[in-house]
């Protein structure tokens, strides 16, 4: 059988029967954003791992080494940041061709440098060797929170509202608009969306310690494939609302001009890292305090109902949109 | 400039300059078999991530998935032994063709599973990707120990002995034989110890719980380059005596067929994953004790003299060696 057959999801579900029975000081292992290990009285720490790999998640022509560098890191402080927790410290595996420019690889470190820096974490190991083809990045991030104030996949209940920080689809328009115009302007809002996104690591703290989210995700495959996430994991159904969905204005104004369906990118589009959690409707007031703290918009654009696991998208008239294909999957 | 002219260590030099200030909760970052970070009273996590990709680290058609498995956490597992530490959670992450076969990446993590439960390890997330060419297998590892019985890299004084466990040179000679036998039998015992080496976790603890060593690695790159981590993180000098070195019947027996001067894969070749470490003179037969108590043979190979960063090879008429090449160095 080839992996292929599998699927990503699939595998891990595999991967997950090999492992041992958990420790006591295990909270969350393999299944959420971050590994939760119990680590002092009311803290826990927080692990996660993320590989970048060119040609799959990168293309060296697209951008520099130092946003690329800095988006390595964003990718694993959104994880950290859709628990609710605190960046600590992180370690790079980096594998790299021996012909590689030197400049590359000092740039890559410093823009992962300059993102640590912003967030007070620190580079604390790793490992480097040698490839035949392309350059990859894995990235293990730790972060902390008070054990009490993690926020899971699991957890959203009936009537909650669903909100989303920032807007969507932007960045996979912006990997549209590079592809087409073969690396273009890095100016542009989208393609620096796609390129350099900014990990929501402020609300995402603010919103554990408030302890007013009952799941919470990051996008990173896409809005609908990550709902879908909590759905499963909370076992419930949603219904999200076109209308609803924060869409930047260069969304508006240059969808069509790369993408068949307006929607599209918005619903299915990955790497948006903005963090997608539910709350329950009497905090919707102290949900626009935080927001408005910590200068990050965020928009409800639906809510939790209907049938587990079901995900209702509709239009502006209430009709029931079909979703056909939901964001990237590996394999 | 090009990587291959920079160098690994080089590399890691610079690397470290781009992180920010460390905080006061790290002990140790980058310059030792993996990272500590203090946990909670008297308790610090150590951390260590490695590499393992094909093409260079291993060739699928000399191992089967299972014990490719086994070695990845292996390598792993003995940077945390090197610190004595005891091991406790693992992240793996995979890259892999769609094209590979899908009993291979779950024997894979069969055999992974297979060693962690062993050492009471425990998977606790990871990433998966797809690959263009070849599989990549990257894992972190977290232990934990008694912050002061943590043993560093730096520490060894001159008058202490330089002890190894197990043999060495054996990996490093059953490599040169599964290449000139294109993959003969896994019975041969040089062979397993290259395909399935057995980290030392149990004596690593020991050690580090009486708290006798002044300094410790785990021997990846090969004796010589190992030891001279230590030399350099300790300022120190060595001499030791190529008549002392543990040298297995198979590599006696067998070693002139494959290798071209006699003593060279066990100064410089590399993967035995053995404990280097020194102690105090005065602390000798505590080490037999533990030796004994944990079944792990040790030997006393030579000890710290001489000039800072200067390793003497002394033959059996105490003439010194000079050392060409010294295990192997990525880039």
């Known amino acids: 059988m080839q992996l292929k057959q599998i699927g990503e999801f699939k595998l891990i579900d595999i991967i997950s029967n090999y492992t041992a029975r958990p420790p006591a000081s295990l909270i969350k292992g393999i299944g959420d954003d971050a590994a939760v290990v119990s680590e002092e009285a009311g803290q826990c720490l927080l692990l996660t791992t993320d590989i970048l790999k060119e040609s799959i998640h990168f293309n060296r022509h697209y ?26 410290y992180y370690l790079v595996s980096l594998s790299a061709p021996s012909s590689a ?22 580079l604390i190991g790793g490992d480097t060797t040698s490839s035949r083809n392309g350059i990859s990045i894995t990235i293990t991030l730790l972060g902390k929170a008070k054990k009490d104030s993690v926020i899971y996949r699991h957890g959203a209940e009936n009537g909650d509202l669903i909100y989303v920080t920032g807007s969507v689809g932007d960045s ?12 273009s302007s890095r100016k542009n809002s989208l393609i620096r969306k796609h390129l350099a996104p900014s990990p929501r690591v ?10 007013i989210a009952t799941s919470m995700i990051d996008i990173s495959d896409g809005l609908a494939a990550d709902l879908r996430h909590i759905l499963k994991q909370s076992r419930v159904g949603a219904a999200i609302s076109l209308a609803c969905l924060p869409l930047s204005l260069s969304y508006k104004k240059y969808c ?10 918005a619903l299915c589009g990955g790497e948006d890292y903005e963090l997608l959690f539910t709350i329950n409707p009497k905090n919707r007031s102290k949900i626009r305090k935080l927001a408005k703290q910590t200068k990050t918009p965020v928009t409800c654009i639906g809510e939790i109902t209907g049938v587990p696991s079901e995900l209702l998208v509709l239009d502006s008239s209430g009709r029931e949109l079909v979703l056909k294909k939901e964001g990237y999957k590996h394999f």
């Open 202 to 211: 402020e609300i995402g703290i603010e919103i554990a310690r408030s302890n």
């Open 172 to 183: 996979s328009l912006g990997w549209l608009m590079l592809k087409k115009n073969r690396g």
């Open 101 to 122: 420019s030197f400049e590359f690889i000092r740039n890559l470190y410093r823009g992962m440098g300059r993102l640590a820096k912003q967030f007070n974490t620190f």
């Open 63 to 88: 951008t520099s080494p130092y946003l690329l560098g800095k988006k390595c890191l964003a990718v694993s402080l959104s994880d950290i940041a859709a628990m609710g927790g605190t960046p600590l």
């Open 256 to 265: 069509l001009d790369y993408s068949k369906e307006f929607y599209y990118q």
